[in-house]
C-alpha cells in the first residue's frame, strides 16, 4: 500500500496525482479522454489558500502545528501527474514514483496508481477548467483537498517561414 512507504505529505500528494490522473485521461481514446490528457503540476498556493481556513477549525494545537507543516513541505514540492493519452498515468516529483492507469466519467477522473511491491490505490478528482482537485478525503486521507492545474501544451512546429533557396551560382562575386 502507499501509505506504508510515504510521509504523509507525500501520502498526500500521490493520491492527489491518482484523482488527478483518473480526472484527465481514460484507457480509451474518445475525444473527451484525449482533452483531459497532459501535464498537471500541483499547485501549492492553491492548496494553502484552501486549506487556511480549514487550519482555525482545528481545536487542538498539535493538529494545527501538523497541517501547518505539511502545507509548508507541499511549497517546496514540485509534483507533476501525467495523464496519457493511452490511459496510463505516472507522477513525478515524488520518489518511488507511482505509476498506474487512469480513466474520465463526465467530470469525475479516477486512477489507479501504486509502485512496485505494493498494492495500488484508487484515487478520485473533479476536473474543472484544466484544474483537477482531489477533495479532502478522496481516498487518500487528505486532510485538505489537492489542486493540479493542467500545464499548457506546447506547439513544436516551427514558426520560422522557410527561405528562398537561392542557388550559388547565381551569386556574382564583386
Not at 506504508?4 to 483518473?22: K, T, Y
Not at 501535464?39 to 480549514?54: C, E, K, M
Not at 493519452?85 to 463526465?106: N, R
Amino acid at each position: 500500500m502507499i501509505a506504508s512507504r510515504f510521509s504523509p505529505v507525500s501520502r498526500v500528494v500521490c493520491i492527489a496525482a491518482m484523482l488527478i490522473v483518473a480526472l484527465t485521461c481514460g484507457a480509451c481514446a474518445a475525444p473527451r479522454e484525449s482533452a483531459v490528457a497532459g501535464v498537471y503540476d500541483l499547485d501549492a498556493s492553491a492548496v494553502r489558500d484552501l486549506a487556511a481556513d480549514g487550519i482555525d477549525d482545528i481545536e487542538d494545537p498539535s493538529q494545527q502545528m501538523a497541517m501547518g507543516m505539511a502545507l509548508s513541505m507541499l511549497q517546496s514540492l514540485t509534483i507533476s501527474l501525467h495523464l496519457e493519452p493511452d490511459g496510463t498515468a505516472f507522477v513525478t516529483g515524488i520518489q518511488p514514483a507511482p505509476s498506474g492507469t487512469w480513466s474520465v466519467d463526465g467530470d469525475r477522473v479516477s486512477a489507479l496508481l501504486g509502485v512496485p511491491g505494493d498494492d495500488a490505490d484508487r484515487a478520485e478528482a473533479v476536473l474543472r477548467d484544466g484544474t483537477l482537485v482531489v477533495p479532502a478525503g478522496g481516498g487518500m486521507e487528505l486532510p485538505f483537498d489537492l489542486v493540479f492545474r493542467k500545464r499548457p501544451e506546447i506547439d513544436l512546429e516551427p514558426v520560422v517561414e522557410p527561405r528562398d533557396v537561392v542557388d550559388p551560382d547565381d551569386i556574382q562575386s564583386e
